[in-house]
């Protein structure tokens, strides 16, 4: 178990160092994940394979459609004018120009899908449009106010699947992790939002009556991606590609548009990235490392309530996945969760989620976070300037109810 711990630090450390001296995140990420097989003991030609595997994995293929079509839509939206009719609507609707910037990917979040931030993030750009906001600024907005809603929407995976495991209703989970959610908008607020030079907006009752039908049309193949995927349950990537060529169709875009929104979808960097992740987090579950992590801090007679905090935040900074930290450490953690009458104690289940979630935010590998660092060009020290206090808002306030 020692050795596949320190395999596991020491690609964390790899990947760190790779993408500190510029090198592109998603070959990052191939190095990391060979560099732990090896380390861990694995063979060269058993590495091989276990990586082709997780690239032609059809999760992986789907991830990468996913992603791919959404940046194309928001892509061809931009290029047709749909996000400056969102933003242009809103701004005459709402004078602080800050509420418009927090709405537009708060709107986004509603629709859980991977690397979901690329869907809102364009309209984030367009309304700090001729403005001094700082690209780690602008990352933070478009990246934090679209995972708000995480701890309390029935329809993320990772809320039902805790229901699940501990035997209690949805409903139950997101009466306890409320709190979570208000601390995230307060922590957005306080320490970014209320001081970015965002500027402010003409409004009148007059603009207001204009600019309903021309948010409602700038909204619209946005409307219809969450209710085909979260009312209609149909896949994603195929509701988001009939919305890009409804657009093409109905707007009779002009090919070089088309073929630029195709050009933004399957650039190298996003081929990199997708297919990295998806390797790194294969050979985590291949090669049992991602068990042996909270096994570890359990056997190390580590604190009880420490371990329901660092074992599921761990397992969330190197997966950045909100599935993979419920499913790994909850099972573990529901003996000490448990109190003697049976029941769990659901102030420690919020704080294990809380922790978890915070380590998915934090974590190099959360594709929301490296897409939309990439797109608005932010600095890695800058955001992480940005993301640990806030974070530690959130940690605060769980802490807290706990204790208090």
Known sequence: MERDIVALALSVVLIIALVRFRLDLGIAMFVGAVSMAFVSGRAVAWTGVEVWRAVIAKDSLLLFGRIATILMLGALAGRLGYLDHVVWGLKRMIRDNRIVVALVPAFGGLLPMPGGTMLTAPMVENALKSTDVRPEDRFFIAYWFRHVWEYVWPLYPAIILVALLIDRPVADIARTTYPLTLAAITGGVLLVLRRAPVGRNETSPEGRKEAWPVLAKGTLPFAIVIIGALVFKFEVMLVVLAVVVFLAVFEKAHVRDVLAALRKGTEFQIITLVFGVSAYKHLLIVTGIREALPEFFLQMQVPELLVIIAAPMLIGLVTGATVAFVAVTFPLLLPIMTMDGGSVDME?????????????????????????REYFGAGLGGIYRLLIPATLVIMGVAVAIVLL
Do not use: I, K, Q
Request: glycine content about 8%; aromatic content about 8%; proline content about 4%.
């Open 348 to 372: 420690l289940v919020m704080l294990a989620f809380a922790s978890g979630f915070v380590g998915c935010l934090l974590s190099p590998v959360h594709l929301c976070l490296v897409l939309s």
